[in-house]
């Protein structure tokens, strides 16, 4: 099979941060690192979630990295086809170590689901330099072996879902490829399939469902 060019070939493994996501853009503001470096963590003090909520996730079970990626060739108006191209990356993951046999669905933006409970979310991070990204620090937390949560979190884990216990470096090399394959795809400015791909993992996607906004 063939090896990554670019993602997670330089990887920094750490026992213990306060957040991958913050780790990347002290590396990203004090000296560039290459494109696709790794930041991966076998615990998070203060994991950060969307909308300022926390990621709690036990230490060594699961996963926690953060990628840095250049997109300098995607207009900052662009930027949710990262949030497209991560999405997609993360769901055929998980379809690949449940070997298909679950419903996986991307709630948009962050959020993967597998028969409506959260596996996976994701928080991307962007600087952006005039009207492109100069950089992207792109969070993921996945829920690999961890088989307790809190049951507001309404969550479940490639554990809890298969019975099975998962090497967590294999899950890694197995999402650097995944992810390069769609990065690179964007890169090549195939956006039209990728959004088609979206639309057909998309969460609720063709049902009528309400919504509440600003608490109505
Ligand atoms: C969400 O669903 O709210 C997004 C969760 C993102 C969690 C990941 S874990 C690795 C990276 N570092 C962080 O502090 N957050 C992201």
Redesign the pocket.
């Known amino acids: 099979m063939a090896e990554n060019l670019f993602i997670g070939l330089n990887t920094i493994h750490l026992p213990c941060v306060d957040?991958?996501?913050?780790y990347a853009r002290e590396l990203v503001h004090d000296k560039m690192p290459i494109e696709g470096t790794l930041i991966i963590a076998d615990e998070?003090t203060?994991?950060?979630?969307?909308?300022e909520?926390s990621?709690v996730?036990e230490a060594k079970m699961n996963l926690?990295?953060?990628y840095i990626l250049n997109p300098v060739f995607l207009a900052a108006q662009n930027q949710f086809f990262l949030s497209v191209v991560v999405a997609l990356a993360v769901s055929d993951l998980v379809s690949l170590f449940l070997a298909n046999e679950e419903s996986v669905k991307i709630k948009w933006p962050?959020?993967i689901l597998v028969n409506n409970q959260?596996i996976a979310?994701?928080?991307i991070e962007n600087t952006l330099q005039g009207a492109h990204i100069e950089a992207s620090i792109v969070?993921?937390?996945l829920n690999v072996n961890q088989i307790e949560f809190q049951n507001e979190l309404n969550a479940t884990s490639l554990k809890l879902i298969s019975a099975k216990s998962f090497e967590l470096k294999t899950v890694i090399q197995q999402l650097n490829k995944t992810l390069e394959q769609y990065y690179l795809r964007l890169k090549a400015g195939r956006k039209t399939e990728l959004l088609a791909l979206m639309n057909q993992r998309l969460w609720q996607g063709g049902n009528w469902i309400q919504l509440k906004l600003n608490g109505e």
């Open positions: 957040s991958t996501n913050n998070q203060i994991g950060k979630g969307q909308r909520n990621w996730s926690t990295g953060s962050n959020d959260k979310g994701i928080l969070g993921i937390g």
